[in-house]
Every structure is written in structure tokens, then in C-alpha cells.
């Protein structure tokens, strides 16, 4: 059973340019959080979708940044016209369907790099 | 070597020792507590969780200790490896929003 799969695994990008980043999440599970990891902190939460839904997006900046987890297909995350600023990693989690609190398996993460 | 109670930001541990790695969390609501271990390049992989209605829970190696009185959360590590070299993380949530700490960074001594 594969875990969480994403790609690309680093992303290159010049100041204006799109970035997507893609999430595959684990056999079976339906729900995709994405995380914003900067140089030596946590991972900071940005958004929880389900399958063609965004249950949570309070912690994506309200300007260049989407995502959305369609019906067929991995979950992706769409930051445009980039900023030095999103130079980050960007961590996909995902978990299994249920109403208790399951835990969130991550994946490798994507680590996008501004110039 | 170990630290009890106060969170540092590095650790640095003698090969068979045992590691204490401490994580103080803020919200009383949370309810739900995870450890997650990074290693560089690498994304956060699950160790050991604990619920509220537990203050103890041991997995292989590893024990989780949780004290809600005072909000916070420890990690034993018993007969440290070269392979525990990494940055380890405490995660709350009261829904499904992980909050992490700030990291501990262990270096296991040869």
C-alpha cells in the first residue's frame, strides 16, 4: 500500500510565475489536508478538502493560493503568480474517512523555490 | 541524556541511552496528540498518538506521556539508535487542524 505520494518533489520558479503541486493521498483515504513548512519551524496548516469539497481553507492566504481535490484525480494546490515569500515546503497529508479523529499520514513533500 | 519538563530546541543523546523529549502545548481544547518524526528532505512520519482520555500509551521503542493538568506532552525513547537522528515534532488538534511545536533536533552520539 502506497503511502502519500506527491510530485513534483522540487519545484523551481520565477517571481510571477504558477506553481501546482500535487497530492495523491493514501488507498482509501478521502480526506487531504495541505501544510506549509518554513526553514526550522512546524508545519503550519493551509487548507482540509474532501472529494470535490473545501471543508477548511482558513489557513490559506486569501490571495494567489487554491486547491481543490477533484472527484477524479490527485488534490492539488495552486499558487499563482509566485512570490519570493512562498518559497516554502509544502507537506500533503491525508487520512482515512470517519467522523473520529483519524490520524494524518504525510507525504514527502514539495519543497518550491522562488528566484 | 535527557530533559525533563522544559522543551529545548536540540538534544543531544548517547547511542543505548534513553531520550526525553518534552513538548509544551497551549490549547485546552486539543484532544488529540500526535509525535511525528522529520528527517532532512523528508516529510513528517507518524511515531505515536495519545488521546485525552489517556495520559500513557507505549508503542515499540517509544512511550507517549500526556499531562493535561499542566498541557504537556513528553516522548521516551528507549535505547536511542543512530536511525532516532531527527527532528521530532509534537502536534495537537481539538478537530483536525494540526497545530506542531517548535521541534526538537536529536543527534545520537556513536
Known amino acids: 500500500n502506497a503511502g502519500v505520494m506527491q510530485n513534483p518533489r522540487h519545484l523551481v520558479r520565477r517571481r510571477g510565475q504558477e506553481a501546482r503541486l500535487r497530492c495523491s493521498p493514501m488507498?482509501?483515504?478521502?480526506?487531504v489536508y495541505w501544510y506549509r513548512q518554513l526553514p526550522e519551524e512546524g508545519l503550519k496548516f493551509m487548507v482540509y478538502?474532501?472529494?470535490?469539497?473545501?471543508?477548511?481553507e482558513s489557513g490559506m492566504p486569501k490571495e494567489r493560493f487554491s486547491a481543490e481535490f477533484p472527484k477524479e484525480g490527485p488534490s492539488i494546490l495552486r499558487i499563482q503568480q509566485v512570490v519570493r515569500g512562498d518559497s516554502a515546503a509544502y507537506f500533503c497529508?491525508?487520512?482515512?474517512?470517519?467522523?473520529?479523529?483519524?490520524?494524518?499520514?504525510f507525504g514527502p513533500g514539495t519543497r518550491l523555490l522562488v528566484l | 541524556g535527557e530533559s525533563v519538563g522544559l522543551h529545548l530546541p536540540t538534544l543531544s543523546v548517547q547511542e543505548g541511552d534513553n531520550s526525553i523529549i518534552n513538548c509544551a502545548y497551549s490549547?485546552?481544547?486539543?484532544?488529540?496528540f500526535i509525535w511525528y518524526k522529520q528527517e532532512s528532505g523528508k516529510g513528517p512520519q507518524f511515531i505515536i498518538d495519545?488521546?485525552?482520555?489517556?495520559d500513557k500509551r507505549q508503542g515499540q521503542r517509544v512511550t507517549v506521556l500526556l499531562n493535561k493538568t499542566v498541557k504537556h506532552l513528553s516522548l521516551q525513547i528507549a535505547a536511542t539508535q543512530p536511525g532516532d537522528s531527527a527532528v521530532y515534532f509534537c502536534?495537537?488538534?481539538?478537530?483536525?487542524?494540526?497545530?506542531f511545536g517548535a521541534g526538537t533536533t536529536v543527534t545520537v552520539r556513536a
Open positions: 488507498k482509501g483515504h478521502s480526506h
Open positions: 495519545i488521546r485525552s482520555n489517556m
Open positions: 490549547n485546552s481544547a486539543s484532544d488529540y
Open positions: 497529508a491525508s487520512s482515512p474517512p470517519g467522523t473520529k479523529k483519524e490520524t494524518q499520514y
Open positions: 502536534a495537537e488538534t481539538p478537530d483536525y487542524k494540526l497545530s
Open positions: 478538502l474532501q472529494k470535490e469539497n473545501i471543508i477548511d
